[in-house]
């Protein structure tokens, strides 16, 4: 795992009602790590870490000559320490289905029936996001529905989503956690250590499904993508083909205004529509092949 311990940038910007598909995804090209806080009137903070050496102007030149619509902002120096640490995983626990969620930082485990969940989230955004508590909310019930042997994590992030399936389902399912990130593949494989999962999870850097190994250990029985809305329409024909006959796709990372345009764009492959899910303005979706 990379360990940051030297001075950076916190860029804060101002609470805003949403901010656009666009815009995020600038962000996360721009900045190490992007994290979201949310105001009591329910507003998002975006708060974003990079290197001391960051080019605020020509960060600002980006923003008018792309005409994007990103509130202001306000950046300091954080000491020399580990930022990534003390500033971006201390993230509150939380159960949602099965599961309970905490972060590396706390120091025991808190009491819970639920399954234990612990990550290091550094730049694995979205451990607490909408999207992932969606997700695990569906992959509790599919407890339910499937006993899988085989799962891909597409875009796997901090890998929360494969460690939670190896929890629920067990020493006889393999699961190939795939991310385009170098970062999120060293920071998931860190966290299936801590969980006890490495032996059933393979993290591997792929753009897509691009890796052979991808191709070469399907089908599987369950596919999971929590990404972002044009990603997802890219990949959508390469999941349909890497599924088992009557396996699950569960996808995330697309808000309201998005979903009937993802939905539709799914069944038109042969997907069927089995459950949606919704959390304020993000969307989930669990399909069937």
Known sequence: MHNISHPCKLITFSPIEELGEIETLFLEENFDVVSINYTDDGKEQYVCYTLNSFDTNNFKKQIKEKNLNLPPFIEEILEDKNWLTENVIKFPPYEIGEFLIYGIHETTCPKTDKLPVQVYAATAFGSEHQTTKMCLTAISELKHLITPTKILDMGTGSGIL??????????????????????????????????????????ILSDGYNNPLIKQTAPYDIIFANILANPLKQMAKDAYNCLSKNGYYLISGFIDNQEQDIINHHTTLGFKLIKTYQIENWRAALLQK
């Open 162 to 203: 494969s460690i939670s399936a190896s929890k629920l389902w067990g020493p006889n399912l393999s699961i190939i956690s795939a991310d385009i990130d170098p970062e999120s593949v060293d920071v998931t494989h860190s966290n299936t250590i801590t969980n006890n999962t490495d032996s059933f999870i393979t993290s």
